[in-house]
């Protein structure tokens, strides 16, 4: 069974920058595609950033691109999401999930069985 544990988030300033991080245990960690998603107190949980496997694909939520990057460690099996510029919307407890295929982190109908504690971020002045 996958364990996933975020970690790195913290109070920034809006335009701060923040990296968090994913450790990836428990299965092979090239197989999957890779994603961290986001959940502000009263919302529901959205997707934002995914990578494939081979990280030769990225995706990004139309909010964060340009500002945030997503990218991989196979010697580490670990993720990570690089924030700049950030945003008081930009603001909840960031999770990172695994999926097939970066396509099937942002459906509407991902489900993951295996989210770990999140990390929080908040941007505030």
């Known amino acids: 069974q996958v364990h996933l544990a975020e970690s790195g988030g913290g109070l920034v300033q809006p335009g701060d920058s923040l990296r968090i991080s994913c450790a990836v245990s428990?299965?092979?960690?090239?197989?999957?595609?890779m994603g961290w998603f986001r959940q502000a107190p009263g919302q529901e949980r959205e997707f934002v950033a995914g990578?494939?496997?081979?990280?030769?694909?990225?995706d990004y939520t139309d909010s964060v691109k340009g500002r945030f990057t997503i990218s991989r460690d196979i010697a580490k099996n670990t993720i990570y999401l690089q924030m700049n510029d950030l945003k008081s919307e930009d603001t909840g407890t960031y999770y990172c999930a695994e999926a097939s295929n970066v396509a099937a982190l942002r459906t509407p109908s991902f489900q993951f069985a295996n989210w770990g504690q999140g990390t929080q971020v908040t941007v505030s002045s």
């Open positions: 428990g299965r092979p960690f090239s197989s999957y595609a």
């Open positions: 990578i494939s496997w081979s990280a030769l694909k990225t």
